[in-house]
């Protein structure tokens, strides 16, 4: 049996990138283009995803700083002879119960909260930010 490899990343704002992956069992002899256009299909813009809602490994970098954001990005799908690699093997997850769960995410909302508490208060402190900014663009008064 052939496993599916999902290829992964983290891109942040000046494009440095951590890539990720996981590696599930293909019991239903699914085809990677089958995979691939189901993958897409449930992404936002088809390609991004928040890794904390599917229950695959965050690739943010350790320190946050004003280019981090709560998307990662869907590079590819391949078969794979290699051994199955999931971060949450007591799940016993295979390929089509991921596809669920990405399913499950879209219909339920991308949900950008989703993510470690750090990148969540940079978030918020820049929404502040811009809402300040925008406050004084309105009578010309800080």
């Known amino acids: 049996m052939t496993n599916i490899r999902f290829v992964y990343m983290y891109r942040d704002a000046s494009n440095y990138k951590q890539h990720g992956e996981v590696i599930l069992p293909n019991e239903t002899q699914r085809t990677v283009e089958e995979v691939d256009t189901q993958i897409r299909s449930v992404l936002s813009d088809g390609l991004f995803f928040i890794a904390q809602q599917v229950k695959i490994e965050e690739r943010f970098f350790d320190v ?35 596809l669920k769960e990405l399913e499950d995410a879209h219909h339920t909302g991308w949900d950008e909260t989703q993510v470690r508490d ?25």
Do not use: C, M, N
């Open 64 to 98: 946050v700083s004003e280019d981090d954001h709560p998307w990662h990005e869907y590079v590819s799908v391949e078969a794979t002879a290699d051994p199955t690699f999931d971060p949450v093997p007591e799940e016993k997850r295979d390929i089509t119960k991921f």
């Open 118 to 142: 750090d990148l969540i208060q940079q978030i918020e402190k820049e929404k502040q930010e811009l809402k300040r900014w925008l406050d004084t663009q309105g009578d010309g008064t800080p």
